[in-house]
């Protein structure tokens, strides 16, 4: 597939807004738009392997094999979707709950309607529309944090079938950004990052110094599942009842209150 010229220049258009938002948050980040690349998310951590620990936001007009969690694909049409990773020489005292922030950050930049489906999916009326990946590398004995984003701009034309499952939970259906209310089909590839990475930043700043217990409550707000009887991919069923200042989830269930951490489930609504 050959990416279209308007989706590079879309994005490269924003490089330099984009980049000049970013240097009073994160001075020195650099900005870097490519036509195609495999993941943005492998090509930092293969940066990262080779010792680049230097801030940097990659941006890929077509990705030839995005990643998902737990080792799924992730696919967007060029033009159709947007993808970027940010590498960050981060230091937080605790690393948890990094990706629920990322979610807020990148939700509250999106539409007031966009929830958060806990550990790290952006849903709207139960469809999602992003996804986040993040992943860390050992630098010279200092952690780098590779940051990947997904958002659908238009709604993904996959078959039910193929839509995003769990071990043994349902699937959950794709949507773009477009269909969501007041949004119009004018906000390109180029317009969402934009739109989404000055906050981003700002946040992951926020994030290394007071952690992830300050973000619990802008979180809460956006919480999809809150109150909601869900199943885990290991079979346990409960309450969620919202998240832990250290990110993990809280689930009522019959034997009583237990905390889930991110990387061992994945969980859906019932
Ligand atoms: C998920 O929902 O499982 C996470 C999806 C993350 C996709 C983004 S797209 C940019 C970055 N590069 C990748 O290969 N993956 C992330």
Redesign the pocket.
């Known amino acids: 597939m050959t990416t279209p010229p308007q989706v590079l220049l879309a994005l490269t258009r924003q490089a330099e807004t984009v980049w000049q938002s970013s240097q009073p948050v994160w001075p020195g980040l650099v900005v870097e738009v490519l036509p195609r690349i495999d ?4 090509e930092l951590m293969r940066r990262a392997r080779e010792g680049q620990r230097d801030p940097v936001l990659l941006v890929a007009a077509e ?1 030839t094999a ?4 737990q080792g ?1 694909p ?1 696919v ?1 049409e060029p033009g159709a979707s947007l ?3 940010l590498g960050l020489p981060l230091a937080p005292a605790d690393w948890s709950g990094l990706s629920l922030v990322v979610g807020v950050a990148v939700a509250e930049a999106l539409h007031p309607e966009v929830r958060l489906k806990w550990p790290n ?1 952006l849903w709207w009326q139960g469809r999602k529309l992003a ?3 993040v992943e860390t590398a050992l630098v010279a004995q200092n952690r780098y944090a590779v940051v ?3 958002i659908n701009l238009q709604t993904p034309s996959w078959p039910a079938e193929q839509g ?1 499952s769990g071990a043994g939970l349902a699937p959950v259906l794709p949507v773009g950004l477009h269909a969501l209310p007041d949004q119009g089909t004018d906000l390109d590839a180029g317009q969402t990052l934009a739109a989404v990475v000055p906050g981003l930043l700002r946040a992951l700043r926020r994030f290394e110094t007071e952690g992830f217990a300050v973000f619990v409550d802008r979180f809460s707000q956006r919480d999809a599942l809150s109150g909601q009887v869900v199943r885990l991919s290991d079979g346990r069923e409960g309450v969620a009842g919202g998240v832990e200042p250290d990110g993990s989830l809280i689930l009522h269930t019959p034997e009583g209150r237990r905390t889930v951490l991110s990387g061992e489930v994945s969980v859906r609504p019932c």
Do not use: E, M
Request: aromatic share 8%; net charge positive.
């Open positions: 993941s943005t998310n492998t990705q995005g990643r998902g969690r799924k992730w967007g993808a970027f990773s999916d996804g986040i990946l990947g984003v997904g995003v």
